[in-house]
RNA sequence: GUGGGCGUAGCUCAGCUGGUAGAGCACCGGGUUGUGGUCCCGGGGGUCGCGGGUUCGAGCCCCGUCGCUCACCCCA
């Protein structure tokens, strides 16, 4: 009889620890809702062809590494494997590009991949992402691209940076493309590269072997190919970014993994992670509603990737969750002082002071003990002596002190500490 | 999918040229049946990842397998 362990490549998060993934999920939601982003809750799971048509069929993504499986109907269905996707969907769905536009949504959940794992690679992975359509305004660019460094700063995060460039669109795109093919196939290269070449040059240009980097010096770069358009567009977004104070740096190497990225696009890359060192990326994406059947909106959004960004914060040492869990712990003697103690516990809970007791059957010493690992700063100690006199026992747990209080008058001493 | 490293108690690890498994921390109990955190004493915990092989004998050597990890790849 062996015990059953979770799939491989998944992460969990168990207390302590995953007060700090609580904390994270927050800190990179907050600067969403402060620039009045609405929540949306999607399902984690779409029609393949959801994927298929709006990430890519070439994609890595979409060709090998989804979870794919067929529900009773026979129908094929994916675990998603990134937001936007299905989010447009929903957006489609329920007729949102039909209101007020931009319209600004943010979610929050898991997403599937079935990679090697690796440290921060994991095939169940959280992520925080935000979606921005409707509005071809370079200041929503910015706007997008402040909201994941404001959420990375706010944990304390340094060890990072913002990389951004343009991956033109569909008027500039294809003639760069036919370029870079034309340019890569006069290379020394192995097969699989020269194949890569064919389905998704720009990804060679990320190459990291050495003799591959030395071949590609002199390739051409998209930003040097735009159309007027995107560059117009590009300049306009760089200067929004200044005008927000945000600092970053031109990669016109980057690669996205998603086939529906157009024009800006970028990606937070965290120094002390290794060789998974992305922590959120994203763009704009102005051919993706139309291409999964809704008006023909532009759009742009991100994805930060929760995981990442905690296993960041402990890379650069920062304490982000509260270690202390509770304000006080009652630890009744006898039935009588239970029932009061259990009593008492219920109307400080109710009034917002963070309260627990011993349960079970310690003896005082195991009782306080709990107390001391409770994380409480305090301990009301209860027993039938003080019940006779109508008292308890208040116990500083840092310094020692105890005197006795009323028990008349416990929950409004301890609501005047604590509140 | 391809390579390298590593799997010993809940955690971090030690274990000699093969000789029958240990420490620290954690947990539980006692010292102190109305007082925790320090201290002292004691205790429970292990199919040495799993399966096979070599050997009188395997935690140690060999093969396979699973998992973790680092890199490729990919990306959050």
């Known amino acids: 009889m062996s015990a059953i362990d979770a799939p491989k490549g ?84 329920h007729g949102l590009d039909r209101g007020p536009l931009p319209m600004k949504l943010w979610y929050a959940g898991p997403f599937f991949r079935a990679e090697r794992p690796q440290h921060g690679r994991y095939r169940q992975f959280f992520q925080v992402g935000i979606e921005a359509i409707g509005v071809d305004d370079p200041a929503l660019d910015a ?28 008027t500039c795109r294809p003639g760069y493309r036919e370029k870079l093919i034309a340019f890569l196939d006069t290379l020394d290269l192995d097969a699989a590269t020269h194949a890569r070449a064919q389905v998704n040059p720009l990804r060679v240009l990320d190459d990291k072997r050495t003799d591959v980097r030395r071949q590609l010096v002199d390739a051409p770069l998209m930003i040097d190919h735009l159309c007027s358009d995107c560059v117009e567009h590009f300049a306009a977004t760089r200067a929004y970014l200044d005008a927000l104070r945000v600092s970053y740096t031109l990669n016109p190497r980057m690669v996205r993994g998603l086939d529906y990225y ?24 102005d051919g993706l509603m139309a291409e999964l059947g809704g008006q023909p909106l532009s759009g742009i959004g991100f994805g930060l990737g929760i995981d990442r960004a905690v296993l960041a914060c402990r890379a650069e040492g920062l304490p982000i969750a509260d270690e ?15 029932l009061q103690s259990v009593a008492t516990v219920g109307e400080l809970r109710r009034a ?21 690992r409770s994380s409480a700063l305090y301990a009301v100690v209860v027993g039938d002596r003080d019940l006779d006199a109508g008292v308890s026992q208040l116990k500083d747990l840092t310094t020692g002190e105890q ?5 008349n008058q416990l929950v409004a001493t301890l609501k005047e500490k604590f509140l």
């Open 403 to 407: 005197i006795a209080v009323p028990l």
């Open 143 to 170: 706007e997008v691209v402040a909201i994941g460094d404001s959420g990375f700063r706010s944990l304390g995060l340094t060890d990072f940076t913002l990389e951004i460039t343009s991956l033109g669109d569909s």
């Open 10 to 93: 998944v992460v969990e998060y168990l207390p302590p620890e995953s007060a700090t993934f609580l904390a994270v999920r927050e800190a990179l939601a907050a600067p969403a809702i402060a620039a009045g982003y609405g929540y949306a809750e999607v399902p984690i799971f779409e029609h393949t062809e959801l994927f298929v048509r709006g990430v890519g069929e070439s994609t890595d993504v979409v060709s090998k590494e989804m979870y794919t499986f067929d529900d009773r109907g026979g129908r094929s269905l994916s675990l998603r494997p990134e937001g936007t996707a299905g989010v447009m969907r929903a957006v489609i769905q």
């Open 352 to 372: 917002g002071v963070r309260a627990d007791l011993a349960y079970g059957s310690k003896g005082l010493k195991g009782a306080m003990r709990a107390a001391d």
């Open 324 to 338: 202390r869990r509770l304000d006080v712990f009652f630890v009744p003697l006898g039935d009588a002082a239970r």
């Open 262 to 285: 157009t024009k800006t696009t970028f990606e937070f890359v965290h120094h002390g992670l290794g060789a998974q060192s992305g922590i959120g990326g994203g763009g704009r994406y």
